[in-house]
């Protein structure tokens, strides 16, 4: 893992660079709401597209399969495209990720997010949509899909990068490791600023993919739009099982988060989104899944996880749920950091079903304590 703070600076800085597979190739046959086969879809950006779907928790060791925690450990080599299916630094649309996890709830599970994606990814071409990493904007993949499948249900996990989540966990990795200084205090004036209008994009993508579905023929009660929210990669400082002080959570965890930066990020940013959030998907009349809490205590450093060694293997109950901050680069991209791995893929996945079965109302999902991926339920609200 990480060993000198000018490593660490490099890596993380590769942050706001870095972002986020191959788009939907529709059949060629035309099926219509209530026929063909069903489809649930996901859109938006890394924490749906299945980033950092490539590890078991984390681990010092780097090499070989990194004690069984690198899913891309061919025996000799190391090949993402065994999970991400692609080169790497594409979309990292992984085979764990949230929709592929989900089960069998529908024929068809179709994957159209990426890993970078913002909200202009996802309006169509027509309405000023972009392009991105050579795929078409999301909505005009989606019009494909709901061209020729029975979609149930569109997925939707927009606006963190829009709101500049890399360049925020940049800067407060930054503060500790180099500046010594907090970074909550500018920080949440920078998102102050931006949230209306990320908000309004937000809002924007929904009526993006409204149209879409009208324009295939569905009406408005032959599928549902599921608006969610992200988790929290992180602990709140009491729940860290790493000192505030020395390089144990730069060095060792992976963690390099002030104790106040800790607890703004677990307990004023993630909730803000997330608050922000529903209040779109309330006012555009969809459901809204909320995450902050999908991770809690599952999180980088946090006391109720371990690190994987050769002495405690990789376990959905017992390892942490996201990944770290690798400042030393030694494994992977620097872009899978501080997203949910394979673990917590599997149990947004299996949020994502619970939801599925239940068709009314906002839904909390939470984990329980020392389960694996299958024990996350659900709570209103």
């Known amino acids: 893992m990480p060993s000198t703070p000018h490593r660490a600076l490099r890596a993380l800085l590769a942050l706001c660079t870095a972002a986020g597979l191959a788009s939907f190739a529709a059949p060629a046959a035309t099926a219509a709401p209530g026929a063909g086969p069903t489809a649930v879809v996901a859109m938006g950006d890394s924490y749906i597209s299945g980033e950092a779907g490539r590890w078991f928790g984390n681990s010092l060791t780097n090499s070989g399969s990194r004690n069984g925690t690198d899913r891309a450990w061919t025996g000799s080599a190391y090949d993402p495209s065994r999970v991400y299916g692609g080169t790497a630094g594409g979309c990292h649309r992984s085979d764990t990720a949230e929709v592929r996890s989900a089960g069998p709830i529908a024929s068809s599970l179709v994957n159209l997010a990426c890993s970078g994606a913002t909200t ?26 709901a061209a020729s499948h029975d979609v149930e249900l569109i997925a939707l996990s927009i ?35 931006r949230i209306d209008g990320v908000m309004a994009d937000v809002g924007r993508s929904v009526d993006e993919i409204r149209a879409v579905m009208t324009g295939a023929g569905y009406a408005s009660s032959d599928y549902r739009i599921v608006l969610q929210s992200y988790p ?20 060792t965890g992976g963690c390099p988060f002030w104790n106040a930066d800790s607890d703004w990020a677990r307990d004023s940013l993630v909730p803000q989104l997330a608050d922000r959030l529903k ?21 980088v450093c946090a006391k109720a996880s371990r690190q994987v060694t050769s002495t405690a293997p990789a376990s959905g109950t017992t390892s942490e749920w996201a990944r770290w901050i690798d400042s030393q680069s ?6 899978e950091s501080m997203h949910p791995n394979a673990y917590g893929q599997q149990a947004l996945g299996r949020c994502l079903a619970l939801v599925h079965a239940r068709p009314t109302g906002h839904q909390s999902c939470r984990n329980t304590a020392g389960a694996g991926p299958s024990g996350m339920y659900l709570t209103a609200g």
């Open 279 to 299: 209040a779109v998907a309330t006012a555009k009349g969809v459901q809204f899944m909320d995450l902050r809490d999908a991770l809690q205590g599952r999180e």
């Open 232 to 251: 929290s990669p992180i602990p709140r400082a009491a729940d860290n099982r790493y000192g505030e002080s020395g390089w144990s959570r730069t060095n």
């Open 330 to 335: 030694t494994q992977g991209l620097v872009q």
């Open 120 to 145: 202009k990814n996802v309006f169509r071409a027509s309405r000023g949509g972009q392009a991105y990493k050579g795929e078409a904007p999301q909505a005009d993949q989606l019009a494909a899909v």
């Open 159 to 193: 606006g963190g990068n829009d709101l500049g989540f890399a360049d925020i966990i940049t800067t407060c990795a930054t503060d500790y490791i180099v500046w010594y200084s907090y970074c909550h205090d500018d920080q949440q004036a920078e998102v102050d600023a």
